[in-house]
Structures are given as structure tokens and as C-alpha cells.
């Protein structure tokens, strides 16, 4: 079975604290995403990558920043949390799309994250 | 700018009966894929159907179909026999190419409840 892993389900952090956010995939896919998901705003893209090294901004990527050094790791990275940024961060993986099983898209269980 | 629009923030229906929930989008390209995703109060982001767009077939899995319509970018979900395990948040989704990248866009869901 494939396998998405966050590494913290419930973190709580200070304000202006720098936070980590870890996700590990073990099917060697291509694209890896970062969401975060606040009730009535669904999911919203912060960043995603297609490959190592390589990060494209979503549509809200002010305050974070992401880093990809393996093909199978995307951190997410708050330089310095705000109250704001509670909420829960969703990672995923998928093959790109042009491959023949690019279609499918794994989810992580979540990361809730509180600001205080 | 959001690209998928659910306009149905909650709806209901009653166990074994159908119910439709709505999806349109927005797009230029002519290939891309279409998912409904379900998420129960587990958080844990389920796969229900998927559709390419280069496939004039609806895609169908058990009491779940979707109505794709690609001159009018709609993707509405039919879920047949509603069975309380059915009530979650269901989200829209599609991908994107975004410089070459491919890009995951969910829209902001909708909360189905099934009534016994």
C-alpha cells in the first residue's frame, strides 16, 4: 500500500516559533503537495514539487516555505508561526501525470497545528 | 483564483435515496483529470471516483457516478442508496498544468449528511 506520512498529527507552538512540518512518501512519486484546509475555505495549496529541488508556489505561500532535498521528503517549513497559521496542513504525493498511474493522488492524515 | 466551484456548502438526503452534488470548473486545456474526494470525520482523504477528461465515458465505482459534461466544465456526483457511512465532506478537485508542473486545485467542498 502506498504510504503518506506526516510526522506530527497535534503540535502546538508560540508565536514567531519556527515550525517544521514533515511528509514522507515511500512510492517514489514525482509531485508532492502541502494544503492547508480552515472551515468554509476548503483545501488551499501553499506549495507543491515536481521533483527534488524543485518547488512551485501555490495560492497562498505567503509565510511559509518549503524544502525537498529527497525525492521522498517535503517539509514544510513556518519561519516564524502566527495565530493565523492554526489550522490543519494536509500533505500529498502522486506520479506525475503523464505517467500511466499519475491519475491518483495519496493523502496524509493531517497535521493540526495550533498557534498560541 | 479558484478554479473549481462547489456551490452546495451542506446539503442532506435520506438513507437509500440519491442525491446529486455539484462541481464546475475552469480551464483552457483540453487534457486534465477530474477527482471527488471524500473526507469523514477521520480526516483522512478518501478517493471516490476519478474521470479524464479525454474519456467521453462517465466514470462509474458501485453506487457512485459522475455526469461529466466537458463543453459546460461541470462534474456532478450521483451517489445511489445513500448509506450513513456516506455522510462526510465530499471535495472537487483537478489538475492542472502550471509552467509545466502540475497543480492539485480542490474546491471548498460540500458537507452531505445522510439521515437515517
Known amino acids: 500500500d502506498v504510504k503518506v506520512t506526516q510526522s506530527s498529527r497535534y503540535l502546538v507552538k508560540r508565536t514567531g516559533e519556527k515550525v517544521f512540518l514533515e511528509c514522507v512518501q515511500d512510492?517514489?512519486?514525482?509531485?508532492m503537495f502541502w494544503y492547508r484546509q480552515d472551515p468554509g475555505l476548503g483545501l488551499r495549496l501553499i506549495y507543491f514539487?515536481?521533483?527534488?529541488?524543485?518547488?512551485e508556489k501555490g495560492d497562498i505561500p505567503e509565510g511559509y516555505s518549503v524544502s525537498r532535498e529527497k525525492k521522498e521528503r517535503f517539509s514544510l517549513i513556518l519561519e516564524s508561526a502566527s495565530t493565523n497559521q492554526t489550522s490543519m496542513y494536509l500533505c500529498?504525493?502522486?506520479?506525475?501525470?503523464?505517467?500511466?498511474?499519475?491519475?491518483?493522488?495519496?493523502f496524509g492524515e493531517g497535521s493540526w497545528l495550533t498557534v498560541v | 483564483a479558484q478554479t473549481v466551484t462547489q456551490s452546495q456548502p451542506e446539503m442532506s438526503v435520506q438513507e437509500a435515496e440519491t442525491v446529486t452534488l455539484s462541481c464546475t470548473y475552469d480551464?483552457?486545456?483540453?487534457?486534465?483529470?477530474l477527482f471527488w474526494y471524500k473526507q469523514p470525520p477521520s480526516r483522512q482523504m478518501i478517493l471516490v471516483i476519478r474521470?479524464?477528461?479525454?474519456?467521453?465515458q462517465n466514470a462509474t465505482e458501485n453506487r457512485f457516478s459522475v455526469n461529466f459534461q466537458k463543453a459546460a466544465k461541470s462534474f456532478s456526483l450521483k451517489i445511489s442508496d445513500s448509506q450513513l457511512g456516506d455522510t462526510a465532506m465530499y471535495f472537487c478537485?483537478?489538475?492542472?498544468?502550471?509552467?509545466?508542473?502540475?497543480?492539485?486545485?480542490f474546491g471548498k467542498g460540500t458537507k452531505l449528511t445522510v439521515n437515517p
Open positions: 500529498a504525493s502522486s506520479f506525475s501525470l503523464g505517467s500511466a498511474s499519475g491519475n491518483t493522488i495519496y
Open positions: 512510492m517514489d512519486h514525482e509531485n
Open positions: 514539487s515536481y521533483d527534488v529541488k524543485m518547488k
Open positions: 480551464t483552457s486545456e483540453n487534457n486534465y483529470y
Open positions: 474521470q479524464e477528461a479525454y474519456k467521453q
Open positions: 478537485a483537478f489538475i492542472r498544468t502550471q509552467g509545466g508542473s502540475e497543480k492539485l486545485v
